[in-house]
Structure formats: C-alpha cells, structure tokens
C-alpha cells in the first residue's frame, strides 16, 4: 500500500497498519482467525477513532473493512474496496479439496518440516511464477526488484504462520458468495469497488457479483490481484475521480 498511500498524501493524511502476522516489521505470534482480525480493526479504531474521509482496503481485507464500518457507523465518509475477495487461494482453485486446508496448515505450521516446506514454496521463482499467474497484469512488470522485494518479506519471523493461514483458507472473512453480499446493504457509507480488468476468472466473478448485486458501485482499474501495487497513481486516481 505504501506507493498508494504516497500518492494519496497529496490531499490526504493516510494511516497504513500492518496486519496481524503480515508486514515487512517482526511478527509475533498471534491467532491467525477472522475473529483476530475483527479485534484488531475494533482496537485500531478504539486507538485512533477518525472520522476518515474514506476507508481503503484490498483483497481479503474488504471484508474486515465494510464489518468494522457497520460496527462503528460514521467512522468512514466512504468505502473503497481495491479488487475484493473473500475466499482463499486453496479453496478458490481446489474447492471439492476442503478436507485437506486444515492439514497442508498444520503441516506448515509445524516445527522443522513446517518452515522447509514454506522455504521451498516461497521460493524467488515460484513467487515470481505466482505473481505472473494471477497478481501483476503486467507480467514484464514483475522484475527482478519486484521479486527480491517479495521474497524479503517472507522472510521475516514467524512469516510462515500467516501464510500458512490466508492461502488454506483460515482467514476467509465468510464462507460463501451469500454470506460477503451479506455484509453490504443498508447502514453502510457508498461503497466503491474498483475492479482490475486482469482479475483471475474465479475472483473477478465475485467482484462482478457484488457489482451487480447493486450494494456498491463499480470502477474498472488496470491490473490483476495487485492493482494498488501495480497501478498506484491509477488507482489512486479513481479513489478521488468515485
């Protein structure tokens, strides 16, 4: 979010947290849960209450972001969700393969064989491979920086934990497409969903459901999963043109 919250300085006063187990900080150890991220946003409020002139969020993060603006109304002017999704990357590909998320997760988790199996799939080439597939429009624009930048990251203490947890599913916001339309409605400040036209076809499907369910308004950006990352002065130029 960094480059995003650079170019919103401009006109903005811009706070940008690291998310429980995420970040490029030291990480401790906590319960990777929804119900972890839930607190962390109530105590992140309760510590700097606002009002905001808008809420950004991206990816899984939507989902937190609108629940912790219906807990805590007048809190947010406005939502922008940054290509939202709500299902992980395991239960996103391999749906009918459910039984086996809590176990690859134990299996990651565990002391040992736990870190050498998050070492051999956070691997420069694999994240390189992986950002290509479904995170950067753009595959030129994932470089050799780009990745070293990303594998640094992982490499941070406890980094497997979070990992381990996002991609199995764990920290699904809700369990279905019903459940994430559930959260919008009435109550709410105008929510806009900005939609990268390279989304991946199961995840740009959910962006295209809530789009058309008529909860929120819908921007199209160019990109992938990444958009904020990738196009930060486009997006943040549709921040301030919705």
């Given at each position: 979010m960094s480059e995003l919250a650079h170019d919103l300085s401009r006109d903005h006063r811009c706070l940008v947290p690291d998310w429980p187990g995420f970040?490029?900080?030291?990480?401790?150890?906590?319960?990777?849960?929804?119900?972890t991220f839930h607190d962390f946003l109530d105590s992140?409020?309760?510590?700097?209450?606002?009002?905001?002139?808008?809420?950004?969020?991206?990816?899984?993060?939507?989902g937190y972001l609108v629940a912790a603006a219906r807990r805590h109304p007048g809190t947010f002017g406005r939502l922008v969700l940054v290509a939202p999704t709500w299902r992980g990357p395991l239960p996103t590909a391999m749906p009918d393969r459910a039984?086996?998320?809590?176990?690859?997760?134990?299996?990651?988790?565990?002391?040992?064989?736990?870190?050498?199996?998050?070492?051999?799939n956070i691997s420069p080439p694999i994240i390189g491979r992986m950002?290509?597939?479904?995170?950067?429009?753009?595959?030129?624009?994932?470089?050799?920086?780009?990745?070293?930048?990303?594998?640094?990251?992982?490499?941070?203490r406890n980094g497997r934990f979070g990992t381990a947890a996002f991609v199995t599913g764990g920290l699904d916001p809700v369990a279905s497409r019903d459940?994430?339309?559930?959260?919008?409605g009435p109550g709410l400040p105008p929510v806009l969903v900005l939609r990268p036209e390279g989304a991946p076809r199961r995840s740009g499907a959910e962006m295209d459901a809530l789009?058309?369910?008529?909860?929120?308004?819908?921007?199209?950006?160019?990109?992938?999963?990444?958009?904020?990352?990738?196009?930060?002065a486009a997006v943040a130029a549709a921040i301030r043109a919705g």
């Open positions: 970040g490029a900080r030291p990480r401790e150890r906590v319960a990777l849960n929804p119900d992140l409020i309760a510590a700097a209450p606002g009002p905001y002139a808008v809420g950004i969020a991206a990816g899984h993060a939507a039984a086996w998320f809590p176990r690859i997760r134990r299996a990651v988790e565990a002391p040992v064989i736990g870190e050498a199996l998050y070492r051999l950002m290509k597939a479904h995170v950067y429009g753009d595959r030129e624009a994932v470089t050799p920086a780009v990745v070293r930048a990303k594998h640094a990251i992982t490499r941070q459940a994430f339309l559930g959260l919008f789009a058309e369910s008529g909860l929120a308004r819908a921007m199209r950006v160019p990109g992938a999963l990444s958009p904020h990352e990738e196009h930060p």
